[in-house]
């Protein structure tokens, strides 16, 4: 199954057969006192070099969110995105749980955005759904509802066929629902990387729809985090992830995900392997 996300004449495919997407996390003013000073203050220049940044490191999908207490939200995301827009050629993934917000963003959008993100809870989706038929955007589909979130595979797999099923109603296609089984903290419960990764598998195999994950989430609390989210992400692609939010500019993250597209057979010739090679190779000899 393909989801297809667009900014002008620029297309990223989500896919199995597929590289692996990043969206790029970095345009979040949440504990980022520099950036939410500039933001609230109507300048843009930080949030233009982020996405330049993101896009130079190789993010596909560049993440938008400005969700500053006591701002006026639909305005600032408005002239986020306006701002990013500006600076780089990429679809964007609106990052807001205000409607009137999203609506602001939709409406100047010139493509196919992403919305981060809907629960299957019953007002989430009367909010989401609508606007996402309207401006005809694909939505990430987060595994909880009312009752929090579901504690097996086979009850996570329930909350997607439930998410996927409401938006079918509202005429959005499986398509462009991508869901997250939620990667929770394995220092609170040793259990918990294990449960969504088979959740993970269970939702691919039954539903076949795209997968994201907000990956670092599962070593909250831990020392050594980069090598425990890298280690989670590979393992995720090989249950169907195919599409993360992460931070691009961390290199071995960057590596660790060509390593896997590479394996997955999506790699032609392996030459995007070889390229990064070389430009590691090049950096390395240049700081010596």
């Not at 917000?101 to 939709?106: G, M, V, Y």
């Not at 409401?166 to 869901?179: L, M, S, V």
């Amino acid at each position: 199954m393909e989801t297809t996300l667009t900014f002008k004449d620029k297309k990223t495919t989500i896919s199995p057969s597929h590289r692996f997407v990043i969206i790029g996390e970095r345009i979040n003013p949440t504990r980022r006192r520099k950036l939410a000073e500039s933001m609230a203050n109507g300048d843009f220049s930080l949030v233009q070099d982020e996405a330049r940044r993101q896009a130079e490191a190789g993010a596909q999908v560049l993440d938008v969110n400005a969700g500053i207490p006591g701002v006026d939200e639909p305005s600032l995301l408005r002239g986020a995105v306006e701002a990013v827009m500006e600076a780089v050629s990429l679809p964007l993934c609106l990052d807001t749980a205000n409607p009137e917000a999203l609506r602001a963003a939709l409406e100047i959008y010139p493509g196919k955005a992403l919305i981060n993100s809907t629960t299957a809870e019953v007002s989430m989706m009367e909010r989401v759904f609508p606007l996402a038929k309207k401006f005809g955007a694909a939505v990430i589909g987060v595994i909880t509802d009312e009752t929090g979130i579901p504690a097996t595979p086979e009850d996570r797999l329930a909350v997607a066929r439930k998410l996927v099923q409401c938006a079918g109603d509202y005429g959005i296609p499986p398509e462009d629902i991508i869901i997250d089984c939620l990667a929770l903290t394995v220092g609170a419960d040793h259990l918990a990387g294990r449960i969504t990764l088979d959740s993970m598998q269970l939702v691919q195999q039954e539903l076949g729809v795209n997968l994201s994950l907000g990956a670092s989430n599962v070593s909250f609390g831990l020392p050594d985090r980069k090598l425990i989210n890298m280690a989670y992400l590979a393992l995720a692609i090989g249950r169907g992830l195919t599409i993360a939010i992460t931070d691009p500019t961390v290199s071995e993250i960057q590596t660790t995900l060509l390593a896997c597209d590479l394996l997955m057979g999506r790699d032609e010739y392996s030459m995007r392997w070889i390229q990064s090679f070389r430009k590691r190779s090049q950096l390395a000899g240049s700081t010596r």
